[in-house]
């Protein structure tokens, strides 16, 4: 099992002068401790589920490129993109820029998007959900077209490219992978079952039946199932001085048994650097087993 890390917080004590030093501080230690990912939320405003809207947020990709230049060796992965956020053009040359310029480490993480609040308080157009689905596929269709090399004009339903030319290329062969995040039965996995590399889950207890549906999906769009990897968000709760560590790994083996291959994992305190490293001496080795 590999560990990554997602960092969905940036209102840490230093405040907005310090973030820049403290976040580059934090993915060194994460990169050097062996997490597999880094990854940061695409959302303009706080979700509420980690507070108030007006908590410091950072926009994604902007963030990852400036992560990028502070790491060498973890997946750069926005978890998820909003499709309504971006123009999948411009969407397929942010991921391939940030690719190239970390030496191949970025993913493109993305999902139908959710948040309306930030959408209409920035003034960005927010469709009902079946019309954000299909602008999800056209949008992994241009990006899987433009990583391709292929030139020649795109005519969907929503978009329409003339010539979506990509240069230079991505590195990674034959495109940055893709993870296509949430855990509907209808469209989200099916979309993972035509498009993806990467699957996003988010409930243990629904981990058996959401993979189960996903198995039914790629049987029948032909995908072999087993080259889709299973990844949940996950929250670490390392305890008082890390007192907790053995129930981690012995939850993280049980999610392994169940399917998942890699865990994407807030951390309390990640600013603090400290559960970061007894993560990493403790938990990214014994999960490595798995």
């Not at 699957?199 to 072999?224: M, Q, T, W, Y």
């Not at 305890?239 to 399917?259: I, K, T, W």
């Amino acid at each position: 099992m590999k560990i990554g890390l997602s960092i969905a917080e940036f209102t840490w004590p230093g405040g907005a002068p310090r973030l820049g030093p403290d976040l580059a501080r934090v993915v060194r230690v994460a990169d050097q401790c062996g997490f597999d990912s880094i990854s940061v939320m695409d959302h303009f405003f706080q979700i509420p589920m980690n507070g108030p809207a007006e908590l410091e947020m950072l926009e994604c990709y902007t963030t990852l490129a400036f992560i990028a230049a502070h790491t060498s060796k973890a997946k750069l992965l926005p978890l998820v993109t909003g499709t309504p956020y971006r123009h999948p053009g411009v969407l397929a040359k942010m991921v391939t820029t940030l690719d190239v310029l970390s030496g191949g480490r970025a993913w493109l993480g993305i999902g139908a998007a959710w948040n309306e609040a930030e959408a209409r308080g920035l003034g960005i157009p927010f469709p009902p959900l079946g019309e954000r689905f299909e602008r999800l596929e056209e949008t992994l269709q241009i990006c899987l077209r433009m990583w391709q090399g292929d030139e020649s004009p795109y005519s969907g339903k929503y978009f329409q490219l003339e010539r979506p030319l990509n240069v230079p290329q991505s590195l990674q062969r034959p495109h940055p992978p893709i993870l296509v995040g949430g855990s509907g039965e209808k469209k989200t996995l099916r979309l993972v079952a035509r498009y993806a590399d990467a699957c996003n889950l988010f409930r243990p207890s629904e981990v058996p039946r959401k993979l189960a549906i996903l198995r039914e999906h790629c049987e029948a769009e032909g995908r072999d199932y087993n080259t889709i990897e299973k990844t949940l968000a996950y929250m670490f709760d390392l305890g008082e001085d890390g007192a907790r560590v053995s129930e981690v790994v012995e939850q993280l083996h049980e999610l392994a048994e169940l399917g998942i291959q890699t865990v994407i994992g807030g951390v309390k305190d990640a600013h603090t650097v400290t559960p970061l490293e007894v993560i990493g001496r403790d938990i990214i080795p014994a999960a490595a087993d798995f």
